[in-house]
């Protein structure tokens, strides 16, 4: 039903409603999109100065584009919220991010209109192109976009895929949204070619008020195509993105729909593979975000009329995984000199501000190029320093090889501080940190810890930090149990668990995040339990004394089980030819869709009750059954 409010956005269910209306119109659709998507993300919380950004843009695609035939592909996915408004999903846009609710990045899923799964950067023009291909392979009759932002374009990956998609001359349109942010400001060397556009939409109104005074082919028009490309070439990219075959359009403002308009009609008229650069604002359009998009890049619900209100914080403040790092990481680099912190892009994510602050000169911020930044750090590391790697989990797996290759063989003291380790909760299974204690186990010379609590994640980050070799620290997003850490840098002898409780016939054996639940279920079982600590290398003396002892060992991590921490105990019970049970409990072979971390832990079965369910089935199939004292007997023959 039509309202007041938004005349114009309800008549839109998907976008051939959009392409109904008059061009003219359009504006008037951006408008009050953007409304909309202001209204909605502050009583739902989500991402939210990136979609401000890109209004126009989405509005000028899907009207120009016979989506979903024709292929859009969002880099990343943080812009992506005014794409499911106007393709279906704008009555459930509020449920984003939530248990059962829209995804939170494009998921092909989900909608149709949602061309490739996406959540990690840089993908966008390798998957665009691939589809282009494919298109022309098949003769079909179909226009690919890729958008992708500049902070993106920073990452090795969107540059490879330039350089292939210009050699073979697609028909495939690129559009570079440049902001100059990604999360946080962008930084390097692209930004810094990015920016010498000096005032982009300045030199395009000077070209385009020109070229409307000369008659086209004329010798003043003639003098003013040579002038426009010298000063392209002095002063904005295009010569980089001609060189690797691809027609430069722009820049253009990207908030200017009739211009939007039609510089991409002109784009989809050149056959071939095009780049279409145009300037946004993060933000745009809510003068609070737009003051400040790194605080409204993802947001909880909000008083629009009032913005984000900075809350008092409490006395005594529970810490997060993140903030602990953050803080040892200022005090270990005021105590060592040779403390050099890398991170790529997530200054803020990560728990780096106050060390960009305390040592600029010791922080680096390498963009998105995960890859570049654990080599960088090896190069580091060869030259007597000890870099720290700050890098979530489900980023580290994009630098895998330079982690064995040009860390691991050569035994450089790296420590990688490994944030986001586990179930991440709303952001879903792009951004859970599933697997890295299956693919860190395997590499030779690493020395692997997950803490239990956040005192014990400072004596981790210091015992890794002062080895002597590459060593990783993998912690959960969020908060621990409350343990405050002592502003002491102790260590922990390495390889050496913690006995927590003793108790008959079970012994729960529990590697980081599961530790403080397998507390409550030991109690209730009257099991044993050991915080692991170490994943490698393994305490195989407690491990030994464990099996020894118990018929029923239970493993429980927060990780995917094949390959985890339960299998390397398996494998050194079945070394140890002791004869013991043992159930592995962790991350189920499929993905975990997005909601409350609490969710995603019981749909996983790592919380309580799901726990409990497991070691009770396998108690049963043993023939072992605990007694009402809570002490676990042998069932009677």
Same mark, same amino acid.
């Given at each position: ?63 120009? #584009? ?38 939170? #990045? ?10 490739? /799964?996406? /959540? ?112 392209? /070439?002095?002063?904005?990219?295009? !010569? ?37 650069? +145009? ?51 200022? @005090? ?26 305390? #040592? ?16 960088? $750090? ?22 895998? @090889? ?44 690493? +020395?692997?810890?997950?803490?239990? @609590? ?25 908060? /621990? ?6 502003? $002491? ?99 189920? @072979? ?5 909601? $409350? ?31 009402? !004292? ?8």
């Amino acid at each position: 039903m039509q309202t007041d409010r938004y005349p114009l956005l309800d008549l839109i269910d998907v976008p051939a409603d959009l392409r109904e209306l008059d061009e003219s119109q359009l504006t008037q659709v951006a408008d009050e999109l953007r409304d909309f998507l202001v209204q909605s993300v502050s009583r739902s919380g989500g991402h939210f100065s990136s979609g401000l950004g890109c209004i126009e843009l989405t509005v000028a695609l899907h009207y120009l #584009f016979d989506t979903p035939k024709d292929r859009i592909v969002w880099d990343v996915g943080h812009q992506a919220y005014p794409h499911k408004i106007l393709t279906g999903r704008k009555r459930a846009i509020e449920t984003i991010k939530k248990t059962g609710g829209l995804a939170p #990045f494009p998921k092909r899923a989900e909608s149709e209109f949602d061309t490739f /799964g996406v /959540g990690h950067s840089s993908t966008s023009i390798s998957a665009a192109l691939g589809m282009a291909l494919a298109s022309q392979h098949h003769g079909d009759e179909r226009r690919v976009v890729a958008v992708i932002g500049d902070g993106a374009l920073t990452a090795g990956m969107a540059f490879e895929a330039l350089n292939h998609g210009g050699d073979l001359s697609p028909d495939l349109l690129v559009i570079l949204n440049e902001n100059q942010m990604s999360i946080s400001p962008n930084v390097g060397g692209v930004t810094k070619m990015l920016g010498r556009v000096m005032s982009g939409p300045t030199v395009t109104a000077i070209r385009e008020q020109g070229k409307r005074m000369m008659h086209k082919g004329s010798p003043a028009w003639r003098f003013m195509s040579r002038w426009e490309e010298h000063i392209k /070439g002095m002063v904005m990219p295009s !010569t980089l993105f001609e060189e690797f075959g691809f027609n430069y359009l722009g820049p253009i403002d990207g908030h200017d729909v009739p211009t939007l308009i039609r510089t991409i009609r002109t784009a989809n008229s050149v056959k071939g593979p095009n780049l279409l650069h +145009i300037i946004t604002k993060k933000g745009k359009g809510y003068p609070p975000a737009e003051a400040d998009p790194i605080k409204y890049h993802a947001v909880s619900p909000f008083d629009p009329s009032k913005g984000i209100e900075d809350k008092p914080k409490p006395e005594k403040p529970r810490l997060t995984y993140t903030q602990v790092f953050g803080q040892w990481l200022c @005090d270990m680099a005021a105590a060592s000199d040779k403390l050099l912190a890398i991170t790529p892009a997530m200054r803020e994510g990560s728990g780096l501000v106050e060390f960009a602050k305390q #040592f600029p000169d010791r922080y680096f911020d390498v963009g998105i190029a995960e890859q570049h930044s654990v080599t960088l $750090a090896a190069g580091m590391a060869c030259e007597g320093a000890h870099p720290v790697v700050a890098i979530y989990s489900t980023f580290l797996q994009r630098a895998y @090889d330079q982690l064995v290759h040009d860390v691991a063989v050569q035994n450089l003291p790296v420590l990688f501080a490994i944030d986001r380790a586990g179930l991440v909760g709303s952001d879903g299974p792009t951004h859970a940190g599933s697997f890295d204690l299956s693919y860190m186990r395997c590499i030779p010379n690493l +020395i692997i810890m997950a803490p239990s @609590d956040e005192a014990e994640c400072r004596r981790m980050l210091t015992t890794g930090y002062r080895y002597d070799g590459p060593a990783a620290v993998r912690y959960p997003r969020g908060t /621990g149990p409350g343990a405050m850490p002592e502003k $002491a840098l102790d260590t922990i002898p390495i390889g050496q668990s913690q006995l927590i409780r003793e108790g008959e016939q079970i012994a729960l054996l529990a590697f980081g995040s599961m530790v403080p639940i397998s507390l409550e279920i030991a109690e209730s079982l009257n099991a044993s339990l050991v915080n692991m600590r170490f994943i490698k290398p393994l305490d195989l003396e407690m491990i030994r004394e464990m099996a020894n002892r118990h018929p029923l060992i239970v493993t429980l991590e927060e990780n995917a089980l094949q390959g985890g921490a339960g299998s390397a105990v398996a494998e050194a019970i079945q070394s140890m030819n002791v004869d013991t049970n043992v159930l592995q409990i962790g991350i189920p @072979d499929h993905y975990i869709e997005h909601g $409350a971390r609490e969710d995603c832990l019981e749909a996983a079965g790592l919380g309580r009750a799901g726990v409990l369910r497991q070691i009770r089935s396998r108690l049963a199939a043993l023939g072992l059954s605990p007694s009402p !004292t809570g002490a676990v007997n042998h069932r009677s023959a």
